[in-house]
């Protein structure tokens, strides 16, 4: 045994604290967006590599896209959506927990 703690028991463990539950759910929409992509390459049956030849790109491109933290144009997205056989849709929804100024 290393001593090390699996990911899922600190995430659990994490939760627990107001701050953390906080900042975690602030990325909730980034995850599920990231989320998103990799189930649209997995169910195409595609690799990184292969989206990335499709999208005339590299591998590297698509694994910072799947990875997130940064904020793709919607021709990227068109892009990647096309080279895994997907539709992009974008919308926008009411927030009702938002308060307008």
Known sequence: MTGRIPAGDLHAKWMQ????????AALEEEFSFVQTLIQARTRAGLTQEQV?????TTQAAVARLERGGTRP???????????????L????????GRVLP
């Open 17 to 24: 604290e107001p701050e953390y539950r906080s900042e975690y």
């Open 52 to 56: 990335a030849e499709r999208m005339k």
């Open 73 to 87: 144009s919607t021709r990227t997205l068109e892009r990647y959506a096309a080279a895994t056989g997907s539709r």
């Open 89 to 96: 849709r974008i919308s926008l929804e009411a927030d009702l």
